[in-house]
């Protein structure tokens, strides 16, 4: 199964963009990038999703390497409600039911 | 529109013995996966069920096992109890199984089990 790698923690100001890595070097063709982030004490909630093109919604942006080895979600203003662990997940479509990896999770801080 | 329920929210079990949790998706909902999170291992997939079938299974022993009723609502069960089995569980529901869709998935607050 495809694997993803992404930072343990990262620190942002309240108000600024922030910049979440997550390299994927195995994924596949048919492999979905999504990306879920865990406040405390409640399961994930999901944030944004993507194939190859970059992806824009209410919370974030997610932005596709060319080669998809890697992707980057973009928080453009973070605010402290934002802070939680965001895991960068592969859906791979298998037949008749897809394969869910997980990554390591990204637990960022935000500060005033 | 209600979320994703799961019962009990917390439980305490002795090595060795049967736990039975309960997860209700929302409605209209049809497809069920559940997750095991562990400090340790993170998020893990366990199973996915759609219209009363198992669609996936991820890679855990056969101590693990669930099924899903007509309404849509699943139990998963876990024998033999371990120590290691001590884990917060995530109900995870959406429309669709997920081989017909790539959108997001509806997650429940998760039942934490604590085996002593």
């Known amino acids: 199964d495809a694997k993803t790698t992404q930072p343990n923690s990262m620190e942002s100001n309240e108000e600024e963009p922030v910049h979440l890595p997550c390299n994927h070097s195995t994924i596949s063709g048919t492999d979905y990038i999504h990306w879920y982030r865990q406040l405390p004490s409640q399961g994930p909630e999901y944030v944004i999703h993507g194939l190859t093109s970059n992806v824009n919604n209410r919370m974030a942006s997610l932005a596709i390497a060319e080669d998809r080895k890697s992707s980057t979600l973009i928080l453009h203003r973070a605010t402290l409600r934002d802070a939680a662990v965001y895991y960068c997940i592969l859906r791979a479509l298998t037949g008749t039911a897809s394969k869910l990896t997980f990554g390591t999770g990204t637990r960022l801080q935000v500060t005033l | 529109k209600a979320g994703v329920t799961q019962t009990p929210r917390y439980l305490i079990k002795t090595r060795g013995q049967q736990v039975t949790l309960s997860c209700s998706p929302i409605?209209?909902?049809?497809?069920v996966s559940w997750y095991q999170q562990t400090p340790g291992q993170g998020l893990q997939f366990l199973f996915e069920y759609f219209s009363e079938t198992q669609r996936n299974k991820g890679n855990f022993p056969g101590r693990f096992s669930g099924r899903q009723f007509s309404n849509s609502r699943s139990e998963m069960n876990v024998s033999t109890l371990e120590l290691g089995d001590s884990a917060l569980y995530l109900c995870?529901?959406?429309?669709?199984?997920?081989?017909?869709?790539?959108?997001?998935?509806?997650f429940g607050e998760g039942s934490r089990l604590t085996v002593l």
């Open positions: 995870a529901s959406s429309p669709e199984p997920s081989s017909l869709r790539t959108g997001e998935l509806f």
């Open positions: 409605s209209g909902h049809r497809s």
